[in-house]
């Protein structure tokens, strides 16, 4: 939940995030890692999850998709040369990294994702995923955690957004919410009483290695489906990108399932807000005592008082952005719900700065 720092409660939270370890690799896979093990004092790092398809760059900034070794054996031999960088999942699924061309890559590899899911036209061939009508935020998602141990019911606490098929980002503190992890993530931007929506279970949990709970600074976390989700395709349903420029001014919507009041009750309805955002020096004079730094930035509405409030927490704050004829408008995620002063008081909410983030994303994300 979007809160103010004091009603945050500290709760213990133990092998949130697990890493794991890849095993041996068939003779193909060993020579290769093998190569890629003389690359990591060089700081490349075997990636920890990944899926076939997925985008990628090799240590030689050559942009591809992973591919399985029984895919690997199909492609021509100039091909095959030019794979390198090897993917385990789970330590039981490798991947390659193989491009179709030796050129440099010129984009981070997630703006090279995100034209990839807003491009007109183009086509999703679903084979695990979870298919779902269409709704305004089709990234949006809600967290649960089991009502009370040993029970099936769910209660969602904390929003995020997903940034590929597999991958949600939201708010490092939402981890804190129970003394038990969350287990699922509802995804499609549904309203939590529809019957159409469904839950996905969680299978791996990335919080950034600064963050220190109670404290707002470094609040992001990465949380990880067991399998796809995929919106319908007839409109701009892709994930949502990362915004990874400075960004001093803009005009954005918050989005959220939080408490329409402060310490009202929480609204099963997807809402949205329109804020601003306002420089780091004009917010910080609401928050004296935490201070703002530049991995943070603000934004309010001071005239129609619209805000994100309690259990708005992880959600994004989004804006839209033409990148082209070729491309759906493209919304990109500026900031994560943190924390804030009240709700819909006129004092800015603070949101963790997503641009401030992008290295540790990827890294997270694609290697």
């Known amino acids: 939940m979007r809160c103010a720092r004091l009603e945050l409660k500290r709760k213990s939270k133990e092998n949130a995030c697990k890493m794991h370890k890849p095993e041996s690799f068939t003779q193909l896979f060993s020579l290769l890692a093998g190569a890629q093990l003389l690359l990591i004092a060089v700081n490349i790092r075997l990636a920890v999850a990944c899926h076939e398809d997925q985008p990628c760059l090799t240590p030689r900034n050559r942009l591809g998709s992973y591919v399985t070794h029984a895919n690997y054996l199909k492609l021509t031999k100039e091909l095959q040369q030019l794979c390198l960088g090897v993917c385990s999942y789970n330590g039981t699924t490798q991947f390659l990294c193989c491009p179709s061309l030796d050129v440099p890559s010129d984009k981070r590899i997630s703006q090279t994702q995100c034209e990839r899911d807003h491009r007109k036209f183009s086509f999703i061939f679903i084979t695990n995923g979870m298919p779902a009508r269409e709704n305004e ?102 994930p949502a990108c990362l915004w990874a420029k400075p960004l001093q001014a803009a005009n954005v919507t918050a989005i959220g399932y939080g408490n329409t009041q402060f310490a009202g009750l929480s609204s099963s309805k997807l809402m949205k807000a329109e804020l601003s955002i306002l420089p780091n020096q004009k917010c910080a004079e609401y928050y004296e005592e935490d201070g703002i730094i530049f991995s943070q930035l603000c934004a309010n509405d001071p005239i129609k008082r619209g805000d994100t409030c309690q259990g708005d927490s992880g959600g994004p704050i989004i804006m839209y952005r033409n990148i082209g004829k070729n491309y759906f408008n493209v919304p990109y995620i500026v900031g994560i719900t943190s924390f804030g002063i009240g709700c819909g008081t006129g004092a800015p909410g603070v949101y963790t700065r997503v641009a401030s983030y992008i290295d540790w994303i990827e890294k997270v994300v694609y290697y």
Not at 144 to 161: H, K, L, N, P
Not at 169 to 176: D, I, M, P, W
Not at 200 to 220: A, L, S
């Open 137 to 238: 935020f089709p990234f949006m998602a809600a967290i649960g955690w089991r009502s009370t141990f040993g029970s099936s019911d769910i209660t969602y606490r904390c929003g995020g957004a997903l940034i590929t098929s597999r991958h949600l980002l939201t708010a490092a503190h939402c981890l804190y919410h129970s003394d038990e992890p969350p287990i699922v993530v509802r995804p499609g931007g549904f309203d939590l009483d529809d019957t159409e929506a469904r839950d996905i279970e969680i299978d791996q949990i990335h919080m950034h290695p600064g963050y220190q709970y109670p404290g707002v600074y470094n609040d992001i976390a990465i949380l990880l489906l067991k399998e796809e989700y995929y919106a319908g395709r007839s409109v701009n349903s892709g």
